[in-house]
């Protein structure tokens, strides 16, 4: 017998030998980025002077967060206690769910939505309870409130949600908070930029629900990682104690007091991307191809049983878009990130090209 065949390696929880595992296809993407919802274009100019002023010495120094979060917490109308700032919602959701979840308890997740989360749970000894939607992709509204159980901890919607870009209404999300008071409602607003209705200011008086917002997608800081949950004060304390005190770096600190100062910019990229998106699908329509309605920075399309040869055709133009055929209930999708108008321009010129080039193929 070998050596490696008697060596004994210790094994990992068998929940984490059952996750399912994830790699996010990314790389090679020096090209347009309609792929991962990401701003396409730049953060703030104010953003860039702040990191162009950061010295050696600055970065030996531990990063320091409270400062920074009173200012995100005063810029959103809470409490520093009410906040936590988090490297990226990925990690709020890791925490959160390290936080709550016990074994036997549920999580509900109306799907399709963003992968993360069934991928954290299924590291806890939690069971992930899926509510699809039907094929409009609208939220299941009474079919969630129908699966909420005594074993419900967190019920986790994304608003807007991706792949489908389609949103739950505030008067939902009460209904949801009442009828589940036992369990944590995490309101993911990653996209919050894109659709403008939020309920960040309900914080104060739903002692179950928690908010999730990011800095990678309107504000264009994706590489420095940053987010945060808003909740509760009872809620957070939990939370901070898992969450690490280390775990958003000094350069992404320094980096948000000049991002949420610069509203202008924001504000400019945020209607860029609208206007980009009102033109985009009526090119969409305009080749007759059906899109889901969406009030985030991207639109999901039924191409087909092509979807592969279509991301590949597209993505062989210099045009990234996002296969989400694996989605439950997506079979056939692609989602295409919205930039701004004239990135959109060369995406639709692109997937003109392609459709031709299919439709050649299936003569
Ligand atoms: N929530 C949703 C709904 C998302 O779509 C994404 C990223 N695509 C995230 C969270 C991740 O955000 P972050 O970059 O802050 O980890």
Redesign the pocket.
Known sequence: MSEAATRITPSPRLRVQAMKEYYPPLGCRDTLRLD??ENTLACSPKVREVLARVSTSDLTRYPERAPVEEIVASHLGLLPEQLALTN???EAIHVLFETFFEDGDELLLPVPT?T?YEVYASATDARVVPVLAANDLQFPFERLLAAITPKTKVIAI?NPN?PSGSVVTREQILEIAARAPHAVLLI?E??FHFHGETVIDLIATIPNLIV?R???KAYGL?GL?V?LLAGPVELMRWIKRVLSPYSVNSLALACLPPALEDVAYLDWYVSEVLAARSEFEAALDAVKLRRWPSRANFVLVDIGAQHKHFTHLMSAKGVLVRDRSSDPGCDGRARITIGTREQMKIAASALEETLSEMSAINC
Do not use: K
């Open positions: 991962f919802n990226g919602v990925d963003y993360m994304a991706s993911d990653a996209y999730a990011t800095f990678s994706a990682r987010g």
